[in-house]
Each structure stands twice: as structure tokens, then as C-alpha cells.
């Protein structure tokens, strides 16, 4: 998968309040699943914002791009390794070496997302944690939306997962749910839509058991 011209131009990829309010919540669920310090691999790194926060939260970074393009910015932003490659091919990193794992709004845009959550078991170490955040196929938001729900807006997105099917893909590359809900993030609310960014006024992001707009996953490796 290679990226579309103009891909990068978006404000999901622009540092602004409302995202800045997002990496802090980030971090706080992390912590909230005891993951308090250590390497934290952060596959889609886009420009680095995440891998930033990390450093700052006295983690230790890596990452992983497709675009060497953003991959360079990460690198500048926070000094971390970020190797360039698709997810959706063997991860570059030795077994068991990883704390934890992230794929924020990742996971939708892999064709072989399954082999790629093998990899992650392959690269946490045991009792290490998958952090997943994705588009929820059965939000509240998608009948009300329609074409204009976020899924649609980007063409790379190829697949849709309920709460199910990745509970299943978890059970399937040998990991743990430990948790499995949904959110809606108001502190991101329009980037990909500006219909709705004037929610962004609400500046926070609500955990809900279900209807919200994005699955909030985590899966850890058994012991």
C-alpha cells in the first residue's frame, strides 16, 4: 500500500490543542494497564507525535512507517529509531522486545492484518500489551453519517472490525483481550470531517461499552 498524493496534508497529521489533550490520555492508558516504563513500539508512526509523548513519559520509543517521508520527521522530532516498512510485512525487531505495542488507527489500512498481529505477539515480551484503537463497525455515528463517516473519507482504510472480529483476531494470533471497549474522541472530532469539528469544543474523549465511534483495545501476550 503506498499513500495517495496530498495524504500527509490532512490535520491528523498537524499537532493542535485538541491532540495534544489526546497523547495525555494516551499515556494515562498505558499506565492504567501497567505499563509504566520500558521500549514501547509504536507501528504507523506517522510524524512522530506519539512517539514524542512517549519520550516525554519517560518511555523508550520506536517505530515503525511506511512513508520514509514521515518516518524522517519522527526521527527529527524525537531521536528514535523508526524503521520504514508495511505492517503488513514481517516487523523488523527481535523477539521479545517490546513492553508494548501500539496500532492507533492502524490496523484498518493492513490487507494481512492478522500476520500482523502475529508479529506482535512475536516482538512483546511475555505478559506485554497490543494497544489497538480502530473504527467501529457498529458506532452510533456510521447509519447517521453515511458516506461521511470517517471510514469511507480515507481510501486506505480496507478493513472494518466490530468488537467481535477483533476479539477473534486476537484469540487467533495466540493474545489475551484484557480489554474491549469503545470511544469517542472529541478532542480529535473533525479532522477527517469538518462537518463536525465544531464538537471539538467538548475536548475530551468518552469511554462507552459500545456505539462509541473507534474499538479501544488491549490484548496482552500470555505469560
Do not use: C
Not at 522530532?77 to 501500539?102: H, I, N, W
Not at 488507527?105 to 512475536?122: C, K, N, S, Y
Not at 477527517?192 to 490484548?219: E, I
Amino acid at each position: 500500500m503506498t499513500h495517495p498524493a496530498g495524504y500527509f496534508d490532512r490535520e491528523y497529521f498537524r499537532m493542535h490543542p485538541g491532540r495534544a489533550r489526546y497523547l495525555a490520555w494516551l499515556l494515562a492508558w498505558l499506565r492504567r494497564h501497567g505499563i509504566e516504563r520500558g521500549r514501547v513500539l509504536d507501528v504507523g508512526a506517522g510524524f512522530g507525535f506519539w512517539m514524542e509523548a512517549l519520550r516525554d513519559g519517560g518511555y523508550e520509543p520506536e517505530g515503525m512507517e511506511l512513508s520514509a517521508e514521515a518516518a524522517e520527521q519522527a526521527r527529527a522530532r524525537t531521536a528514535a529509531a523508526v524503521a520504514v516498512g508495511s505492517a503488513d510485512d514481517p516487523f523488523p525487531f527481535e523477539d521479545a522486545r517490546f513492553a508494548a505495542v501500539t496500532m492507533l488507527d492502524v490496523i484498518e489500512h493492513l490487507e494481512r492484518w492478522p500476520q500482523a498481529l502475529a508479529e506482535t505477539r512475536r516482538v512483546l515480551v511475555p505478559g506485554g500489551k497490543l494497544f489497538v484503537i480502530t473504527l467501529n463497525a457498529h458506532s452510533a455515528a456510521r447509519p447517521l453519517l453515511g458516506r461521511r463517516w470517517s471510514f469511507w473519507l480515507d481510501p486506505t482504510h480496507v478493513h472494518l472490525f466490530s468488537a467481535r472480529g477483533l476479539r477473534d483476531g486476537f484469540a487467533d494470533a495466540a493474545l489475551e483481550t484484557a480489554e474491549m471497549a469503545t470511544m469517542s474522541n472529541f478532542a480529535l472530532v473533525g479532522e477527517g470531517n469538518r462537518f463536525l469539528k465544531p464538537l471539538r469544543g467538548l475536548g475530551r474523549v468518552v469511554r462507552t461499552p459500545w456505539l462509541g465511534d473507534s474499538l479501544m483495545a488491549v490484548a496482552r501476550r500470555p505469560s
